[in-house]
C-alpha cells in the first residue's frame, strides 16, 4: 500500500473492490474491443480518481514516466528514420542476396525483422516489413501468407530480446530497475535460442515446399534496391543517431542516465539533423508530421492503465495476490518462476501483454521481501519477461502487431483469420515457452 495516500471511496465501499473491479472492467472492456482502449483505460482511470481509490497527485505519482519517455523516444526516431528507405532497401536487398529463393528469403525475412524488432518498436518494424514482403511475394508469384506469419512471430521474438524491444520489456526494466545490459545477458540468449527453433519450425512447414519459377526469381533479382533510399543524408543521420543510442543505453548505468533520458535525447537531436537546413515554416510542417506519427493512442493507454494498476496497489490488493503466490508456491523461487512464465504466456496469447505485464509487476514487487535481497528475484523478472512477449505470439489478439499485419493482409485480400493463425502459432508458442522453461531451469533454478 502506498506510503504517501490512504484511499477514501465514496460511500465507504472497501478500496479493494472498487480498484480491483474497475481493473476487471478495463480487462473486459479491452478483451472487447469495441471501444478504443485509449479511452477505456483514461475512463478507468478518471472514475478511480473520482470514487476516491486515488487522488490526481497519487495518480500521477502511478505514472511510470520513464517508461512514456522512452515509448515517446523510440517512436520519434522510427518516424523519421522510416522517412529515407532503409527498411524497404533492406527488404529488397534480402530478396536479392536470397537469390529470391523462397526459403532462404523466408529465413533473410525473419532476421531482419527479429533484428530490427529488438532495437525499435516491433509493431512499426511489421508496419513496415509487410508491405515490402507483400511487394516481393506479388512479384515472385508466392502465398505471402507464409512470409507475414513468420514476420509477426519474429517480431515479437526480437522484442523480447531487448530492454527497448517490446513495451512490456520496457515497463518492466524501468520499474525493476533493469538496465539495457541485463536483458541483453538474460532475456536474449533464451529469445535466439527461440528464434533458431522458430525458423526450423516454419522451413519445415512452409520453407521447403514454397517454389518460385525462374522468370519471377530473375524479376526480383534486377529490382533496383537503391531506389527504396529517397533521402540518403537522413539514412546516415537515423542511422548515426540510433547507434549513438543503442551505445548510451549499454553504457546507460556509467552514465547515470535512464532508458527515457536516453532515447528522447536522441529523438531531440534527430529531429534538429532532420529540420535545422530548412526555414521555420518548412520546420513546423515536418515537426508537425513526426508528432502526428507517433502512436498516441498507446501513450494515452499507457497513461491511464498505470493510473488503474497503482489504484489497485494501493488498495492493498496486490500484496494479496503476492501472498497468495508464495503460499501456492510453497515459498519456492523456482516454482514462482515457472507459475509466471507459463501463466502469463497463456494470458498474453488471450489478452494483450500490456495490461497483463502492469498487473503483474507491482505482485513480484511485493512477493520480493519472502525471497531475501531484490537481486534474489531478478530470475522472476525474465519469467515475466519471456512468458508475455513470446506468449503473445499464440493467438491474433496476444500482441499488437499480430493484429497490425493481420490488418494489413486483409486490405490486400489476403486471409489472415484468428483460427488459421491459432492452428499454426499456438503449437509453435508451446515449443518456446518450453525452451525458455528449461533455460531458466538451467541457469537460474
Not at 81 to 101: E, M
Not at 284 to 313: N, Q, Y
Request: aromatic share 8%; charged share 10%.
Amino acid at each position: 500500500m502506498s506510503e504517501h495516500f490512504t484511499p477514501h471511496i465514496v460511500f465507504g465501499f472497501n478500496p479493494i473492490w472498487v480498484s480491483t473491479a474497475m481493473l476487471a472492467i478495463t480487462y473486459a472492456a479491452i478483451i472487447w474491443d469495441q471501444v478504443n482502449r485509449a479511452i477505456i483505460a483514461l475512463a478507468a482511470a478518471g472514475l478511480l480518481v473520482l470514487f476516491g481509490a486515488l487522488d490526481q497527485a497519487e495518480a500521477i505519482r502511478g505514472i511510470d514516466w520513464n517508461t512514456i519517455g522512452t515509448l515517446a523516444g523510440l517512436m520519434i526516431m522510427m518516424s523519421i528514420a522510416q522517412r529515407s528507405g532503409v527498411f524497404q532497401y533492406v527488404a529488397v536487398r534480402c530478396a536479392q542476396i536470397a537469390r529470391a529463393h523462397p526459403a532462404m528469403l523466408l529465413l533473410l525475412l525473419q532476421l531482419v525483422t527479429c533484428l530490427v524488432s529488438a532495437l525499435l518498436n516491433n509493431v512499426a518494424t511489421v508496419l513496415l516489413m509487410a508491405p515490402v514482403t507483400l511487394a516481393i511475394t506479388r512479384e515472385l508469384q508466392i502465398p505471402p501468407y507464409p512470409f507475414l506469419f513468420a514476420e509477426v512471430v519474429a517480431s515479437n521474438i526480437g522484442g523480447s530480446a531487448t530492454m527497448i524491444g517490446d513495451p512490456p520489456n520496457i515497463m518492466i526494466g524501468s520499474q525493476a530497475g533493469l538496465h539495457f545490459n541485463a536483458f541483453l545477458l538474460n532475456v536474449a540468449p533464451a529469445a535466439a535460442v527461440v528464434f533458431v527453433a522458430q525458423v526450423l519450425m516454419t522451413h519445415l512447414v512452409w520453407g521447403r515446399r514454397t517454389h518460385a519459377t525462374a522468370k519471377n526469381r530473375l524479376r526480383v533479382i534486377t529490382m533496383d534496391a537503391g531506389a527504396a533510399i529517397v533521402d540518403k543524408p537522413l539514412l546516415v543521420q537515423s542511422v548515426g543517431v540510433l547507434a549513438l543510442v543503442v551505445g548510451a543505453l549499454i553504457f546507460g548505468n556509467k552514465l547515470r542516465l535512464e532508458p527515457a533520458t536516453i532515447a528522447m535525447g536522441g529523438a531531440a537531436v534527430l529531429m534538429l539533423l532532420d529540420n535545422w537546413r530548412h526555414r521555420p515554416d518548412e520546420q513546423i510542417d515536418k515537426v508537425t508530421r513526426t508528432f502526428t506519427e507517433i502512436e498516441w493512442i498507446t501513450i494515452f493507454f499507457f497513461l491511464g492503465l498505470f493510473i488503474v494498476v497503482h489504484a489497485v496497489d494501493v488498495s492493498g490488493f496486490t500484496q494479496i495476490l503476492a501472498d497468495k503466490l508464495i503460499a501456492a508456491t510453497g515459498n519456492s523461487l523456482a516454482r514462482a518462476g515457472y507459475t509466471i512464465l507459463w501463466g502469463s504466456a497463456l494470458i498474453s496469447a488471450i489478452i494483450d501483454n500490456i495490461p497483463l505485464v502492469a498487473t503483474l509487476i507491482p505482485v513480484i514487487k511485493a512477493a520480493g521481501a519472502a525471497y531475501g535481497a531484490p537481486e534474489r528475484i531478478e530470475p522472476l523478472w525474465w519469467c515475466l519477461s519471456l512468458g508475455a512477449c513470446l506468449g503473445g505470439n499464440g493467438t491474433l489478439v496476444g500482441a499488437a502487431a499480430n493484429l497490425t499485419v493481420a490488418g494489413i493482409a486483409e486490405r490486400n485480400g489476403i486471409a489472415f483469420g484468428f483460427v488459421k493463425y491459432t492452428l499454426y502459432a499456438l503449437p509453435m508458442t508451446v515449443v518456446s515457452i518450453l525452451i525458455c522453461h528449461v533455460y531458466v531451469w538451467l541457469r537460474y533454478f
